[in-house]
Each structure stands twice: as C-alpha cells, then as structure tokens.
C-alpha cells in the first residue's frame, strides 16, 4: 500500500475504473461550467457598472 496513493485499484476491474474516472471527469467539468458562468456573469455586471458610470458622468 503505496502512502500518498489517491485509490487502490487493485480488486477492481477496469470497467469500475473507467466508470470511476469518466464520472470524475463529468463532476470536474461541471464544476468548471459552474465556476466560468459566474466568472462571466460578474464581467458583464462589471461592464454595465462601467457604462453606467461613464453615461451618467459624462452628462453631469
């Protein structure tokens, strides 16, 4: 037994190991979906903020 090993595969077969690792693939790309929407939402909030500003200064 390796002391840093993440899984040990050894009593299972390589079905259960795909499925395993396709699994943790969908999860991560998932969240990485999660993680760039609100990346971009928070981008647009900021551009309109920056339109808003420079509307409304420019005509005070």
Known sequence: MGRYKKQDYDHTD???V????SLMASRN????SNILFMVLCIIAALIVLACLISYFFNYM
């Not at 795909?18 to 690792?21: E, L, N, V």
């Not at 790309?29 to 990485?32: G, I, L, P, T, V």
């Open 14 to 16: 390589e079905s259960e």
């Open 18 to 21: 795909f499925k395993h690792k």
């Open 29 to 32: 790309r998932k969240r990485m």
